[in-house]
């Protein structure tokens, strides 16, 4: 194998997990992208960050796409002598979009295009596992690797997906605030009643045929006793906002850990609070690519 010269440029999809009951399984993947371009160089480390996160994240070698990327040219025992990269941002960090698993994704995607002949050793389920053994679970890295909506859970300790079709129509409610993933999932109760298992599970089963042919369903289908109203405390705004656009009839759910708003529907921007941003978004069918 050897290194590519000249640049390449990888975009990959925000994602939204959870989607309501399909907690730490259901992914989907955005159409909100952001954009990496990264060249060998001669030797040191360059990078550049424009949008999201610009002045907040690390430039050196801490930065998430990099560590994703010396990931991955350790797995394919290449690397080059040195590294330029840029980032063009859009997908809000700390938000509950996926921002994280974009990165990682992005990065071994960067460094699978920078080592010509990589797809013979490490091919993209090797690719999907390293992702979702850096991210820690594999429900944003799923739908950001393969585009559309994604069931992905781990088996032993391999990460297993299936990935489904759909299109339906999304809008999503950004707040200025952040919340961390971690200050979310600590509130979240050790234990859970066996009804609301059982009604997610259900949900979670009436989801799949909602978002695949049956999207009538959504309003039902999204429904979740796990672990939104555990979160509403971290993101009171947020849940106060599912709570009206569901009372209205539109299926509605914390993105991910949140505190993204997102809903099935159009439509419906002059429901944002003061202060947020509205995206209304289609689904990614294709996941990280290379342009």
Sequence with gaps: MSIRRGPVTIRVPASSANLGPGFDAFGLALSLHDELTVEAIDEGLEIEVVGEGAGDVPLNAEHLVVRAME????????????LRLSCLNRIPHARGLGSSSAAIVGGIAAARALVEG???????????????????????????????????????????????????????FVPPEPVSTERARGLLPETVLHADAAANAGRAALLVAALTGAPHRLISATEDR????????????????????????????????????????????DAAPAGWTVHELDVDPEGVRVL
Excluded: C, K
């Excluded at 009171?236 to 997102?262: C, H, K, M």
């Design 118 to 172: 990589s797809d013979e050793r490490f091919d993209d389920l090797a690719a999907y596992q390293l992702a979702a053994d850096l991210e820690g679970h594999p429900d944003n890295v799923a739908a950001a690797q393969l585009g559309g909506f994604t069931i992905a859970w781990i088996e032993g300790a391999a990460a297993a997906v299936e990935r489904l079709d759909t299109d339906v129509p999304i809008t999503v």
């Design 226 to 269: 796990l672990h939104q109203a555990y979160r509403a405390e971290a993101m009171p705004a947020s849940y106060q906002l599912v709570r009206s656009l569901r009372v209205d009839g539109v299926p509605t759910v914390i993105s991910g850990a949140g505190p993204t708003v997102l809903a099935f529907a159009r439509g419906i921007t």
């Design 71 to 82: 990931a991955a040219f350790e797995l394919l025992a290449e690397r080059p002598a040195g």
